[in-house]
């Protein structure tokens, strides 16, 4: 079993950052990529970004590509999202996700077998 703990979540006024972080223990020598969800009210979880966990590869939605930025410690076993230029349709729950499924990139959230708890970003006009 692989778990995860995010945090990092806030509230901050358009145009600004935020950092999210998200820290695995566990099995994770068996984690082949992990990805950030978001889901706001009324909507459906949907993809953000995603990163090897080995190697070198990253993806990113189209809504956030140029604004946030994934990273991984594979030392702290942590992955981050930096957050800029965030827009009030920003606004959702965060989650960070891991999958053991050996090809990349992996958007849809069925993929992912162990799910952190969620952090609230919320972005304000």
């Known amino acids: 079993q692989v778990q995860l703990v995010e945090s990092g979540g806030g509230l901050v006024q358009a145009g600004g950052s935020l950092r999210l972080s998200c820290a695995a223990s566990?099995?994770?020598?068996?984690?082949?990529?992990m990805g950030w969800f978001r889901q706001a009210p009324g909507k459906e979880r949907e993809f953000v970004t995603t990163?090897?966990?080995?190697?070198?590869?990253?993806y990113y939605a189209n809504s956030v590509k140029g604004r946030f930025i994934i990273s991984r410690d594979n030392a702290k076993n942590t992955l981050y999202l930096q957050m800029n230029s965030l827009k009030p349709e920003d606004t959702a729950v965060y989650y960070c996700?891991?999958?053991?499924?050996?090809?990349?990139?992996?958007?849809?959230?069925?993929?992912?077998?162990?799910w952190g708890q969620g952090t609230q970003v919320t972005v304000s006009t």
């Open positions: 996700a891991a999958t053991n499924i050996r090809s990349f990139p992996r958007v849809n959230d069925n993929d992912y077998g162990y």
């Open positions: 566990g099995r994770t020598f068996s984690i082949y990529s």
């Open positions: 990163i090897s966990w080995g190697g070198s590869g990253i």
